[in-house]
Protein backbone atom coordinates (compact mmCIF):
# COMPACT_ATOMS: atom_id res chain seq x y z
CA UNK A 1 0.00 0.00 0.00
CA UNK A 2 1.67 3.21 -0.91
CA UNK A 3 1.90 6.41 2.05
CA UNK A 4 -1.19 7.79 2.32
CA UNK A 5 -2.14 11.33 3.21
CA UNK A 6 -3.55 11.13 6.62
CA UNK A 7 -4.53 13.25 9.11
CA UNK A 8 -2.02 13.70 11.72
CA UNK A 9 -4.40 13.30 14.87
CA UNK A 10 -3.62 10.92 17.42
CA UNK A 11 -6.77 10.84 20.04
CA UNK A 12 -9.70 11.10 17.22
CA UNK A 13 -8.93 7.90 15.96
CA UNK A 14 -9.43 5.81 19.17
CA UNK A 15 -12.68 7.74 19.82
CA UNK A 16 -13.90 7.26 16.09
CA UNK A 17 -13.08 3.36 17.00
CA UNK A 18 -14.37 3.20 20.05
CA UNK A 19 -18.59 2.59 19.62
CA UNK A 20 -17.45 -0.63 17.32
CA UNK A 21 -14.98 -2.10 19.69
CA UNK A 22 -16.65 -1.52 22.65
CA UNK A 23 -20.09 -3.43 20.93
CA UNK A 24 -17.43 -5.69 19.65
CA UNK A 25 -15.95 -6.55 23.23
CA UNK A 26 -19.00 -6.91 25.07
CA UNK A 27 -20.97 -8.55 22.60
CA UNK A 28 -18.85 -10.55 20.23
CA UNK A 29 -15.66 -11.08 22.23
CA UNK A 30 -16.27 -11.49 25.92
CA UNK A 31 -19.62 -14.67 25.15
CA UNK A 32 -17.07 -16.66 22.80
CA UNK A 33 -14.46 -16.23 25.20
CA UNK A 34 -16.97 -17.87 27.66
CA UNK A 35 -18.39 -20.05 25.44
CA UNK A 36 -14.82 -21.36 24.72
CA UNK A 37 -14.33 -21.38 28.95
CA UNK A 38 -17.63 -23.45 29.52
CA UNK A 39 -16.97 -26.04 27.02
CA UNK A 40 -14.15 -27.20 29.06
CA UNK A 41 -16.11 -27.18 32.17
CA UNK A 42 -19.13 -29.99 33.36
CA UNK A 43 -21.98 -28.51 35.97
CA UNK A 44 -23.21 -31.10 38.19
CA UNK A 45 -27.40 -31.43 37.37
CA UNK A 46 -28.11 -28.47 40.08
CA UNK A 47 -25.61 -25.88 38.87
CA UNK A 48 -24.19 -25.68 42.11
CA UNK A 49 -20.46 -27.04 41.25
CA UNK A 50 -18.33 -27.42 38.35
CA UNK A 51 -14.92 -28.63 37.43
CA UNK A 52 -13.29 -28.33 34.61
CA UNK A 53 -12.55 -31.32 32.71
CA UNK A 54 -10.39 -29.87 29.69
CA UNK A 55 -11.97 -31.95 26.57
CA UNK A 56 -14.32 -34.44 28.05
CA UNK A 57 -17.25 -32.13 26.44
CA UNK A 58 -16.15 -32.60 23.53
CA UNK A 59 -14.99 -35.90 23.32
CA UNK A 60 -18.82 -36.99 24.74
CA UNK A 61 -20.21 -34.45 21.92
CA UNK A 62 -18.33 -36.05 19.22
CA UNK A 63 -19.50 -39.51 20.71
CA UNK A 64 -22.98 -38.78 21.08
CA UNK A 65 -25.39 -40.09 18.16
CA UNK A 66 -27.61 -37.90 18.37
CA UNK A 67 -24.95 -35.04 17.49
CA UNK A 68 -23.59 -37.55 14.76
CA UNK A 69 -26.85 -37.51 13.60
CA UNK A 70 -27.76 -34.02 13.50
CA UNK A 71 -23.99 -33.42 11.47
CA UNK A 72 -25.54 -36.19 9.06
CA UNK A 73 -29.01 -34.14 9.26
CA UNK A 74 -26.98 -30.65 8.59
CA UNK A 75 -24.63 -32.12 5.20
CA UNK A 76 -28.04 -33.82 3.84
CA UNK A 77 -30.00 -30.14 4.51
CA UNK A 78 -26.88 -27.82 3.47
CA UNK A 79 -25.70 -30.47 0.24
CA UNK A 80 -29.62 -30.41 -1.07
CA UNK A 81 -30.35 -26.78 -0.57
CA UNK A 82 -27.16 -25.27 -2.22
CA UNK A 83 -27.65 -28.36 -4.73
CA UNK A 84 -31.27 -26.84 -5.33
CA UNK A 85 -30.95 -23.15 -5.30
CA UNK A 86 -28.31 -22.77 -7.42
CA UNK A 87 -29.63 -25.05 -9.93
CA UNK A 88 -32.78 -23.29 -10.73
CA UNK A 89 -30.75 -19.96 -10.28
CA UNK A 90 -28.75 -20.82 -12.77
CA UNK A 91 -31.16 -21.92 -15.00
CA UNK A 92 -33.41 -19.03 -14.73
CA UNK A 93 -29.95 -16.88 -15.11
CA UNK A 94 -28.96 -18.13 -18.10
CA UNK A 95 -32.74 -18.51 -19.59
CA UNK A 96 -32.58 -14.34 -18.48
CA UNK A 97 -29.20 -13.90 -20.36
CA UNK A 98 -30.57 -14.63 -23.45
CA UNK A 99 -33.75 -12.16 -23.08
CA UNK A 100 -33.85 -9.17 -23.80
CA UNK A 101 -37.36 -7.77 -23.45
CA UNK A 102 -38.95 -7.43 -20.47
CA UNK A 103 -35.76 -8.58 -18.78
CA UNK A 104 -35.82 -5.67 -15.80
CA UNK A 105 -39.76 -6.93 -15.01
CA UNK A 106 -38.47 -10.64 -14.50
CA UNK A 107 -35.47 -9.58 -12.35
CA UNK A 108 -37.83 -7.31 -10.07
CA UNK A 109 -40.27 -10.08 -9.94
CA UNK A 110 -37.63 -12.37 -9.37
CA UNK A 111 -35.77 -11.02 -6.43
CA UNK A 112 -38.58 -11.01 -4.56
CA UNK A 113 -37.80 -13.94 -1.80
CA UNK A 114 -35.35 -12.09 -0.75
CA UNK A 115 -36.72 -9.80 1.23
CA UNK A 116 -38.60 -12.48 2.86
CA UNK A 117 -37.75 -13.87 6.49
CA UNK A 118 -36.17 -17.45 6.44
CA UNK A 119 -38.71 -18.33 8.87
CA UNK A 120 -41.45 -16.54 7.10
CA UNK A 121 -40.37 -18.13 3.68
CA UNK A 122 -40.84 -21.76 5.94
CA UNK A 123 -44.31 -20.29 6.40
CA UNK A 124 -45.83 -19.91 3.60
CA UNK A 125 -44.36 -23.12 2.64
CA UNK A 126 -46.19 -24.94 5.47
CA UNK A 127 -49.19 -22.99 4.70
CA UNK A 128 -49.38 -24.65 1.37
CA UNK A 129 -48.04 -28.24 2.18
CA UNK A 130 -49.14 -28.68 6.11
CA UNK A 131 -51.79 -31.74 6.46
CA UNK A 132 -54.62 -29.93 7.92
CA UNK A 133 -54.89 -26.74 5.82
CA UNK A 134 -52.61 -26.86 2.72
CA UNK A 135 -54.06 -26.89 -0.58
CA UNK A 136 -51.41 -28.68 -2.34
CA UNK A 137 -51.14 -31.07 0.45
CA UNK A 138 -54.29 -31.84 -0.57
CA UNK A 139 -53.89 -31.89 -4.12
CA UNK A 140 -51.03 -34.62 -3.01
CA UNK A 141 -52.98 -36.98 -0.89
CA UNK A 142 -55.56 -36.32 -4.10
CA UNK A 143 -52.83 -38.10 -6.05
CA UNK A 144 -52.91 -40.68 -3.42
CA UNK A 145 -49.57 -39.84 -1.69
CA UNK A 146 -49.77 -40.14 2.22
CA UNK A 147 -48.23 -36.76 2.89
CA UNK A 148 -47.44 -35.87 6.43
CA UNK A 149 -44.41 -33.65 6.78
CA UNK A 150 -45.35 -33.30 10.43
CA UNK A 151 -44.73 -37.26 10.77
CA UNK A 152 -42.49 -38.18 8.34
CA UNK A 153 -39.03 -37.05 8.64
CA UNK A 154 -38.19 -37.06 4.79
CA UNK A 155 -41.04 -35.70 3.81
CA UNK A 156 -40.45 -32.67 6.69
CA UNK A 157 -36.35 -32.49 4.85
CA UNK A 158 -38.16 -32.28 1.76
CA UNK A 159 -39.98 -29.04 2.61
CA UNK A 160 -37.52 -27.02 4.93
CA UNK A 161 -35.22 -27.52 1.81
CA UNK A 162 -37.61 -26.53 -1.05
CA UNK A 163 -37.90 -23.44 1.56
CA UNK A 164 -34.68 -22.66 2.11
CA UNK A 165 -33.95 -23.10 -1.40
CA UNK A 166 -36.67 -21.23 -2.53
CA UNK A 167 -35.73 -18.24 -0.77
CA UNK A 168 -31.93 -18.36 -1.64
CA UNK A 169 -32.73 -18.57 -5.55
CA UNK A 170 -32.95 -14.71 -5.84
CA UNK A 171 -29.95 -14.02 -4.60
CA UNK A 172 -28.05 -16.75 -6.56
CA UNK A 173 -30.17 -15.19 -9.73
CA UNK A 174 -28.57 -12.09 -9.26
CA UNK A 175 -25.12 -13.20 -8.90
CA UNK A 176 -25.46 -15.60 -11.97
CA UNK A 177 -27.18 -12.78 -13.83
CA UNK A 178 -23.57 -10.42 -13.32
CA UNK A 179 -21.63 -13.64 -13.77
CA UNK A 180 -22.84 -14.53 -17.33
CA UNK A 181 -22.99 -10.60 -18.32
CA UNK A 182 -19.12 -10.68 -17.64
CA UNK A 183 -18.90 -12.87 -19.99
CA UNK A 184 -18.27 -11.19 -23.57
CA UNK A 185 -20.42 -12.20 -26.16
CA UNK A 186 -18.07 -12.61 -28.92
CA UNK A 187 -16.37 -15.60 -27.14
CA UNK A 188 -19.81 -17.32 -27.45
CA UNK A 189 -20.53 -16.20 -31.17
CA UNK A 190 -17.43 -17.44 -32.17
CA UNK A 191 -17.82 -21.03 -31.19
CA UNK A 192 -21.67 -20.60 -32.94
CA UNK A 193 -20.00 -20.10 -35.69
CA UNK A 194 -17.46 -22.78 -35.49
CA UNK A 195 -20.61 -24.71 -35.46
CA UNK A 196 -20.98 -25.32 -31.79
CA UNK A 197 -24.48 -26.00 -30.50
CA UNK A 198 -26.17 -24.44 -27.92
CA UNK A 199 -25.59 -27.20 -25.35
CA UNK A 200 -22.07 -27.61 -26.32
CA UNK A 201 -21.35 -23.75 -25.90
CA UNK A 202 -22.89 -23.97 -22.49
CA UNK A 203 -20.83 -26.56 -20.87
CA UNK A 204 -17.08 -26.08 -22.79
CA UNK A 205 -17.38 -21.71 -22.39
CA UNK A 206 -19.97 -20.72 -20.35
CA UNK A 207 -20.03 -23.16 -17.04
CA UNK A 208 -16.27 -22.94 -16.92
CA UNK A 209 -16.01 -19.05 -16.89
CA UNK A 210 -18.84 -18.67 -14.54
CA UNK A 211 -16.78 -20.88 -11.78
CA UNK A 212 -15.35 -18.44 -9.77
CA UNK A 213 -19.11 -17.03 -9.18
CA UNK A 214 -20.31 -20.69 -9.27
CA UNK A 215 -17.65 -21.23 -6.14
CA UNK A 216 -18.59 -18.05 -4.81
CA UNK A 217 -22.06 -18.84 -4.28
CA UNK A 218 -21.56 -22.48 -2.97
CA UNK A 219 -19.57 -21.10 0.03
CA UNK A 220 -22.40 -18.55 0.59
CA UNK A 221 -25.13 -21.01 0.19
CA UNK A 222 -23.58 -23.58 2.51
CA UNK A 223 -22.96 -20.87 5.09
CA UNK A 224 -26.71 -20.09 4.25
CA UNK A 225 -27.79 -23.28 4.81
CA UNK A 226 -25.33 -23.79 8.04
CA UNK A 227 -26.53 -20.53 10.01
CA UNK A 228 -29.22 -18.25 8.43
CA UNK A 229 -31.59 -21.45 8.08
CA UNK A 230 -32.85 -21.40 12.08
CA UNK A 231 -35.66 -19.57 11.52
CA UNK A 232 -37.35 -22.03 9.11
CA UNK A 233 -36.36 -25.60 11.22
CA UNK A 234 -37.09 -23.08 14.39
CA UNK A 235 -40.79 -22.35 12.64
CA UNK A 236 -41.56 -25.10 10.85
CA UNK A 237 -40.63 -28.35 12.31
CA UNK A 238 -38.85 -28.11 15.59
CA UNK A 239 -35.96 -29.91 14.32
CA UNK A 240 -38.99 -32.58 14.01
CA UNK A 241 -40.52 -35.23 13.88
CA UNK A 242 -38.15 -37.00 15.75
CA UNK A 243 -34.80 -35.64 15.29
CA UNK A 244 -34.81 -35.70 11.28
CA UNK A 245 -34.22 -31.97 10.54
CA UNK A 246 -32.12 -31.31 14.16
CA UNK A 247 -29.46 -29.32 12.04
CA UNK A 248 -26.37 -28.64 14.08
CA UNK A 249 -27.61 -24.47 15.08
CA UNK A 250 -31.18 -25.79 16.38
CA UNK A 251 -29.38 -28.95 18.39
CA UNK A 252 -26.84 -25.76 20.02
CA UNK A 253 -29.89 -23.33 21.03
CA UNK A 254 -32.14 -26.58 21.49
CA UNK A 255 -29.65 -28.22 24.14
CA UNK A 256 -28.48 -25.20 25.65
CA UNK A 257 -31.79 -22.93 25.79
CA UNK A 258 -34.71 -25.36 26.21
CA UNK A 259 -32.47 -28.65 28.01
CA UNK A 260 -30.58 -26.55 29.70
CA UNK A 261 -27.07 -28.93 29.39
CA UNK A 262 -24.50 -25.78 29.36
CA UNK A 263 -21.28 -27.70 28.90
CA UNK A 264 -22.25 -29.68 25.44
CA UNK A 265 -24.22 -26.91 24.39
CA UNK A 266 -20.78 -24.88 24.62
CA UNK A 267 -18.50 -27.73 22.93
CA UNK A 268 -20.96 -27.54 19.93
CA UNK A 269 -20.46 -23.87 19.89
CA UNK A 270 -16.80 -24.08 19.52
CA UNK A 271 -17.17 -26.78 17.44
CA UNK A 272 -19.52 -24.22 15.01
CA UNK A 273 -16.78 -21.76 15.66
CA UNK A 274 -14.47 -23.84 14.36
CA UNK A 275 -16.85 -24.43 10.98
CA UNK A 276 -17.52 -20.70 10.36
CA UNK A 277 -13.94 -19.96 10.85
CA UNK A 278 -12.81 -22.62 8.35
CA UNK A 279 -15.35 -21.14 6.04
CA UNK A 280 -14.54 -17.74 6.27
CA UNK A 281 -10.80 -18.83 5.28
CA UNK A 282 -11.99 -20.52 2.37
CA UNK A 283 -14.30 -17.52 0.91
CA UNK A 284 -11.26 -15.03 0.99
CA UNK A 285 -8.47 -16.97 0.27
CA UNK A 286 -9.40 -18.78 -2.66
CA UNK A 287 -12.24 -16.78 -3.44
CA UNK A 288 -11.01 -13.53 -3.77
CA UNK A 289 -8.03 -14.78 -5.56
CA UNK A 290 -10.52 -16.61 -8.40
CA UNK A 291 -12.56 -13.73 -8.90
CA UNK A 292 -9.72 -11.88 -10.47
CA UNK A 293 -9.36 -14.60 -12.97
CA UNK A 294 -13.12 -14.79 -13.88
CA UNK B 1 -29.98 -13.32 -38.19
CA UNK B 2 -32.37 -10.14 -38.58
CA UNK B 3 -32.67 -8.23 -41.55
CA UNK B 4 -30.39 -5.03 -41.78
CA UNK B 5 -32.35 -2.40 -41.15
CA UNK B 6 -32.14 1.49 -41.70
CA UNK B 7 -33.53 1.87 -38.15
CA UNK B 8 -31.56 1.51 -35.05
CA UNK B 9 -32.72 -1.62 -32.96
CA UNK B 10 -35.34 -0.73 -30.94
CA UNK B 11 -34.02 -1.16 -27.37
CA UNK B 12 -36.29 -3.79 -24.83
CA UNK B 13 -36.38 -5.96 -27.77
CA UNK B 14 -35.27 -9.53 -28.22
CA UNK B 15 -31.93 -9.23 -30.70
CA UNK B 16 -30.74 -12.61 -32.17
CA UNK B 17 -26.90 -13.42 -31.57
CA UNK B 18 -25.79 -16.09 -33.90
CA UNK B 19 -26.63 -19.02 -33.11
CA UNK B 20 -29.60 -17.87 -31.05
CA UNK B 21 -33.31 -19.37 -32.86
CA UNK B 22 -36.29 -17.66 -32.13
CA UNK B 23 -37.84 -20.83 -31.05
CA UNK B 24 -34.90 -20.98 -28.30
CA UNK B 25 -36.19 -17.19 -27.13
CA UNK B 26 -39.65 -18.29 -26.82
CA UNK B 27 -38.26 -21.26 -24.62
CA UNK B 28 -35.96 -18.82 -22.33
CA UNK B 29 -39.42 -16.33 -21.79
CA UNK B 30 -41.21 -20.02 -20.92
CA UNK B 31 -38.79 -21.15 -18.37
CA UNK B 32 -38.37 -17.66 -17.06
CA UNK B 33 -41.98 -17.04 -16.30
CA UNK B 34 -42.83 -21.02 -15.09
CA UNK B 35 -40.06 -19.95 -12.50
CA UNK B 36 -41.77 -16.65 -11.65
CA UNK B 37 -44.77 -18.23 -11.07
CA UNK B 38 -43.17 -21.14 -8.72
CA UNK B 39 -40.99 -17.89 -7.05
CA UNK B 40 -44.70 -15.70 -6.88
CA UNK B 41 -46.82 -18.45 -5.28
CA UNK B 42 -46.47 -19.22 -1.97
CA UNK B 43 -46.59 -15.57 -1.56
CA UNK B 44 -49.74 -15.26 -3.49
CA UNK B 45 -51.44 -18.16 -2.33
CA UNK B 46 -50.67 -16.39 1.09
CA UNK B 47 -52.19 -13.11 -0.12
CA UNK B 48 -55.60 -15.48 -1.21
CA UNK B 49 -55.96 -16.43 2.24
CA UNK B 50 -55.70 -13.36 3.87
CA UNK B 51 -58.85 -12.29 2.49
CA UNK B 52 -60.89 -14.91 3.08
CA UNK B 53 -62.48 -16.62 6.44
CA UNK B 54 -61.49 -18.58 8.90
CA UNK B 55 -64.13 -21.09 7.73
CA UNK B 56 -62.76 -21.09 4.21
CA UNK B 57 -59.19 -21.95 4.58
CA UNK B 58 -60.18 -24.71 7.14
CA UNK B 59 -61.58 -26.18 4.04
CA UNK B 60 -58.93 -26.92 1.20
CA UNK B 61 -58.61 -26.48 -1.30
CA UNK B 62 -58.61 -22.96 -1.24
CA UNK B 63 -59.59 -21.08 -4.03
CA UNK B 64 -57.48 -19.26 -6.65
CA UNK B 65 -58.74 -15.97 -6.52
CA UNK B 66 -59.13 -13.02 -3.35
CA UNK B 67 -62.08 -13.61 -1.41
CA UNK B 68 -64.06 -10.29 -0.15
CA UNK B 69 -62.59 -10.22 3.93
CA UNK B 70 -60.32 -8.50 2.89
CA UNK B 71 -61.05 -4.91 4.78
CA UNK B 72 -62.39 -6.67 7.58
CA UNK B 73 -59.88 -9.49 8.50
CA UNK B 74 -56.45 -6.34 7.68
CA UNK B 75 -58.67 -4.73 10.01
CA UNK B 76 -58.89 -6.77 12.83
CA UNK B 77 -55.28 -7.95 12.75
CA UNK B 78 -53.94 -4.75 12.32
CA UNK B 79 -55.93 -2.59 15.37
CA UNK B 80 -58.02 -5.42 17.13
CA UNK B 81 -55.16 -7.65 18.86
CA UNK B 82 -54.44 -11.47 18.26
CA UNK B 83 -55.47 -13.55 21.10
CA UNK B 84 -52.56 -16.20 20.86
CA UNK B 85 -49.83 -13.59 21.44
CA UNK B 86 -51.58 -11.99 24.63
CA UNK B 87 -54.31 -9.21 22.57
CA UNK B 88 -51.59 -7.05 20.74
CA UNK B 89 -52.26 -5.92 17.73
CA UNK B 90 -50.02 -6.81 14.63
CA UNK B 91 -49.83 -2.73 14.06
CA UNK B 92 -47.49 -3.12 17.49
CA UNK B 93 -45.42 -6.09 15.78
CA UNK B 94 -44.95 -3.90 12.51
CA UNK B 95 -43.83 -0.55 14.84
CA UNK B 96 -41.20 -2.64 16.52
CA UNK B 97 -39.78 -4.64 13.37
CA UNK B 98 -39.70 -1.24 12.22
CA UNK B 99 -37.76 0.31 14.98
CA UNK B 100 -35.17 -2.80 14.93
CA UNK B 101 -34.56 -2.73 11.38
CA UNK B 102 -33.99 0.70 11.26
CA UNK B 103 -32.23 0.89 14.27
CA UNK B 104 -30.08 -1.71 12.94
CA UNK B 105 -29.39 -0.52 9.33
CA UNK B 106 -28.64 3.02 10.24
CA UNK B 107 -26.77 2.05 13.59
CA UNK B 108 -24.05 -0.23 11.27
CA UNK B 109 -23.87 2.41 8.75
CA UNK B 110 -22.82 4.97 11.50
CA UNK B 111 -20.22 3.38 13.34
CA UNK B 112 -18.75 1.18 10.52
CA UNK B 113 -18.51 4.59 8.35
CA UNK B 114 -16.70 5.85 11.66
CA UNK B 115 -14.09 2.91 12.56
CA UNK B 116 -13.18 2.75 8.74
CA UNK B 117 -12.55 6.59 8.66
CA UNK B 118 -10.56 5.99 11.41
CA UNK B 119 -8.41 3.18 9.95
CA UNK B 120 -8.21 4.85 6.60
CA UNK B 121 -7.18 8.34 7.43
CA UNK B 122 -5.26 8.16 10.38
CA UNK B 123 -2.18 6.59 11.40
CA UNK B 124 -1.90 5.68 15.27
CA UNK B 125 -0.29 2.77 17.38
CA UNK B 126 -2.68 -0.58 17.66
CA UNK B 127 -4.06 0.25 13.82
CA UNK B 128 -3.79 -2.98 12.48
CA UNK B 129 -4.43 -4.42 15.48
CA UNK B 130 -7.91 -3.04 16.08
CA UNK B 131 -8.30 -3.92 12.31
CA UNK B 132 -8.31 -7.43 12.53
CA UNK B 133 -10.07 -7.28 15.65
CA UNK B 134 -13.46 -6.19 13.40
CA UNK B 135 -12.32 -8.36 10.81
CA UNK B 136 -12.66 -11.41 13.20
CA UNK B 137 -16.03 -10.83 14.19
CA UNK B 138 -17.11 -12.07 11.09
CA UNK B 139 -16.53 -15.30 12.62
CA UNK B 140 -18.45 -14.79 15.09
CA UNK B 141 -22.11 -14.70 14.52
CA UNK B 142 -24.35 -15.25 17.11
CA UNK B 143 -25.32 -18.92 16.31
CA UNK B 144 -22.45 -20.18 17.82
CA UNK B 145 -22.81 -18.08 21.20
CA UNK B 146 -26.12 -18.38 22.22
CA UNK B 147 -25.75 -18.83 25.48
CA UNK B 148 -23.31 -16.81 26.75
CA UNK B 149 -24.53 -13.62 24.82
CA UNK B 150 -27.75 -13.97 25.97
CA UNK B 151 -25.88 -13.91 29.42
CA UNK B 152 -24.90 -10.91 28.68
CA UNK B 153 -27.88 -9.52 27.94
CA UNK B 154 -29.64 -10.81 31.08
CA UNK B 155 -26.61 -9.16 33.43
CA UNK B 156 -27.29 -5.84 31.16
CA UNK B 157 -31.10 -5.71 31.97
CA UNK B 158 -31.34 -5.66 27.87
CA UNK B 159 -34.01 -8.04 27.68
CA UNK B 160 -37.40 -6.94 26.29
CA UNK B 161 -35.88 -3.37 25.28
CA UNK B 162 -35.01 -1.68 22.06
CA UNK B 163 -31.13 -1.26 22.61
CA UNK B 164 -31.24 -5.21 23.58
CA UNK B 165 -32.86 -5.79 20.28
CA UNK B 166 -30.59 -3.50 18.00
CA UNK B 167 -27.14 -2.47 19.73
CA UNK B 168 -25.48 -6.27 19.76
CA UNK B 169 -26.03 -7.03 15.70
CA UNK B 170 -24.85 -3.29 14.81
CA UNK B 171 -21.39 -4.36 15.19
CA UNK B 172 -20.56 -4.95 11.51
CA UNK B 173 -17.12 -6.58 9.80
CA UNK B 174 -18.84 -6.82 6.43
CA UNK B 175 -19.79 -2.90 6.35
CA UNK B 176 -16.67 -1.88 7.92
CA UNK B 177 -14.55 -3.59 4.99
CA UNK B 178 -16.89 -2.16 2.88
CA UNK B 179 -16.29 1.15 3.46
CA UNK B 180 -12.72 0.89 4.36
CA UNK B 181 -12.69 -0.65 0.78
CA UNK B 182 -14.48 2.70 -1.19
CA UNK B 183 -12.36 4.78 1.27
CA UNK B 184 -8.97 3.41 0.33
CA UNK B 185 -10.00 4.19 -3.94
CA UNK B 186 -9.63 8.21 -3.14
CA UNK B 187 -7.19 9.67 -3.90
CA UNK B 188 -4.83 10.97 -1.43
CA UNK B 189 -4.57 14.16 -3.34
CA UNK B 190 -8.67 14.90 -2.39
CA UNK B 191 -7.03 14.79 1.45
CA UNK B 192 -4.03 17.01 0.35
CA UNK B 193 -6.10 19.47 -0.92
CA UNK B 194 -8.40 19.28 2.20
CA UNK B 195 -6.07 19.81 4.27
CA UNK B 196 -4.13 22.92 2.23
CA UNK B 197 -7.32 24.30 2.49
CA UNK B 198 -7.68 24.23 6.36
CA UNK B 199 -10.24 21.74 6.58
CA UNK B 200 -10.15 19.77 9.86
CA UNK B 201 -11.03 15.78 9.97
CA UNK B 202 -14.48 16.59 10.74
CA UNK B 203 -14.55 18.96 7.96
CA UNK B 204 -13.15 16.65 5.20
CA UNK B 205 -15.19 13.88 6.59
CA UNK B 206 -18.42 15.97 6.25
CA UNK B 207 -17.77 17.77 2.97
CA UNK B 208 -16.56 15.34 1.21
CA UNK B 209 -16.09 11.84 2.15
CA UNK B 210 -20.21 11.62 3.45
CA UNK B 211 -21.29 12.87 0.08
CA UNK B 212 -18.63 10.56 -1.95
CA UNK B 213 -20.18 7.85 0.02
CA UNK B 214 -23.76 8.53 -0.83
CA UNK B 215 -24.38 5.24 -3.31
CA UNK B 216 -22.68 3.17 -0.89
CA UNK B 217 -24.48 4.18 2.11
CA UNK B 218 -28.02 3.64 0.02
CA UNK B 219 -26.75 0.12 -1.11
CA UNK B 220 -25.97 -0.80 2.16
CA UNK B 221 -29.20 0.40 3.59
CA UNK B 222 -31.05 -1.43 1.75
CA UNK B 223 -29.23 -4.66 2.86
CA UNK B 224 -28.83 -3.84 6.81
CA UNK B 225 -32.57 -2.88 6.35
CA UNK B 226 -33.78 -6.41 4.88
CA UNK B 227 -31.02 -7.77 7.78
CA UNK B 228 -32.64 -6.47 10.42
CA UNK B 229 -36.21 -6.83 9.61
CA UNK B 230 -35.79 -10.73 8.83
CA UNK B 231 -34.06 -11.38 12.04
CA UNK B 232 -34.92 -14.40 13.77
CA UNK B 233 -33.06 -16.05 16.70
CA UNK B 234 -31.61 -12.67 18.48
CA UNK B 235 -35.27 -11.50 18.90
CA UNK B 236 -36.23 -14.69 19.99
CA UNK B 237 -34.08 -15.00 22.47
CA UNK B 238 -33.96 -11.64 24.18
CA UNK B 239 -37.76 -10.88 24.18
CA UNK B 240 -40.40 -12.05 26.42
CA UNK B 241 -43.01 -9.89 26.19
CA UNK B 242 -45.55 -10.42 23.85
CA UNK B 243 -45.60 -6.19 22.63
CA UNK B 244 -41.83 -6.38 22.15
CA UNK B 245 -41.81 -9.14 19.59
CA UNK B 246 -41.17 -8.64 16.24
CA UNK B 247 -43.53 -9.39 13.56
CA UNK B 248 -41.60 -13.01 12.54
CA UNK B 249 -41.68 -13.59 16.03
CA UNK B 250 -45.25 -12.84 16.60
CA UNK B 251 -45.87 -15.13 13.52
CA UNK B 252 -44.49 -18.05 14.58
CA UNK B 253 -46.27 -17.67 17.94
CA UNK B 254 -49.73 -17.47 16.36
CA UNK B 255 -49.52 -20.85 14.85
CA UNK B 256 -50.42 -23.94 16.42
CA UNK B 257 -51.16 -27.27 14.32
CA UNK B 258 -51.96 -28.77 17.42
CA UNK B 259 -54.82 -26.75 18.38
CA UNK B 260 -57.69 -25.87 16.69
CA UNK B 261 -58.45 -22.75 17.33
CA UNK B 262 -55.22 -21.16 15.57
CA UNK B 263 -56.70 -17.87 13.87
CA UNK B 264 -55.78 -19.06 10.45
CA UNK B 265 -57.04 -15.34 8.45
CA UNK B 266 -55.03 -13.68 10.96
CA UNK B 267 -51.85 -15.57 10.46
CA UNK B 268 -52.46 -14.85 6.78
CA UNK B 269 -52.82 -10.98 7.33
CA UNK B 270 -49.91 -11.11 9.57
CA UNK B 271 -47.44 -13.00 7.22
CA UNK B 272 -48.37 -10.75 4.51
CA UNK B 273 -47.69 -7.92 6.38
CA UNK B 274 -44.63 -9.12 8.02
CA UNK B 275 -43.03 -9.67 4.02
CA UNK B 276 -44.88 -6.79 2.55
CA UNK B 277 -43.09 -3.86 3.82
CA UNK B 278 -39.39 -5.31 3.18
CA UNK B 279 -40.30 -5.99 -0.46
CA UNK B 280 -41.12 -2.35 -1.19
CA UNK B 281 -38.21 -1.62 0.07
CA UNK B 282 -35.89 -4.18 -2.38
CA UNK B 283 -37.88 -3.19 -5.32
CA UNK B 284 -38.51 0.24 -4.49
CA UNK B 285 -34.22 0.64 -4.16
CA UNK B 286 -33.50 -2.42 -6.75
CA UNK B 287 -31.08 -0.18 -8.37
CA UNK B 288 -29.03 0.52 -5.26
CA UNK B 289 -29.91 -3.09 -3.84
CA UNK B 290 -28.55 -4.74 -6.84
CA UNK B 291 -25.45 -2.98 -7.64
CA UNK B 292 -24.58 -2.97 -3.68
CA UNK B 293 -25.29 -6.71 -3.23
CA UNK B 294 -23.22 -8.16 -6.29
CA UNK B 295 -20.17 -5.47 -5.53
CA UNK B 296 -19.85 -6.01 -1.84
CA UNK B 297 -19.98 -9.55 -1.73
CA UNK B 298 -17.14 -10.17 -4.12
Not at chain 1, 49 to 60: D, G, L, P
Not at chain 1, 158 to 174: E, P, R
Not at chain 2, 125 to 146: A, K, N
Not at chain 2, 278 to 288: G, N
Amino acid sequence: MSPRVVFPNKILPYLLLAPQLAITLVFFYWPASQALYQSMLREDPFGLSSKFVWFANFRKVLSDPNYLNSVHVTIVFSVATAAVAMSVALLLAVMADKVVRSRGLYRTLMIWPYAVAPAIAGMLWLFLFNPSIGSLAYGLRWLGISWDPLLNGSQAMVLVVAAASWKQISYNFLFFVAGLQAIPKTLIEAAAIDGAGEHKRFWTIVFPLLAPTTFFLLVVNTVYAFFDTFGIIHAVTGGGPGKATETLVYKVYNDGFVNLILGDSAAQSVILMAIVIALTAIQFRYVERKVHYG
Amino acid sequence: MAEPSTRPPASGHDKLMIGQSAAGIWLAHAVLILGILIVAFPIYYTFVASTHSLQTILRPPLPLLPGDRFVENYWEALFGGVGRIGGVPVGTLLLNTTIVALGIAVGKIIISILSAYAIVFFRFRGRMFFFWLIFITLMLPVEVRILPTYKVMVDLGLIDTYTGLIVPLIASATATLLFRQFFLTIPGELVEAARVDGAGPWRFFKDILLPLSRTNIAALFVILFIYGWTQYLWPLLVTNRNDMNTIVIALKKMISFADADTEWHLVMVTSMLAIVPPILVVVLMQRWFVRGLVETEK
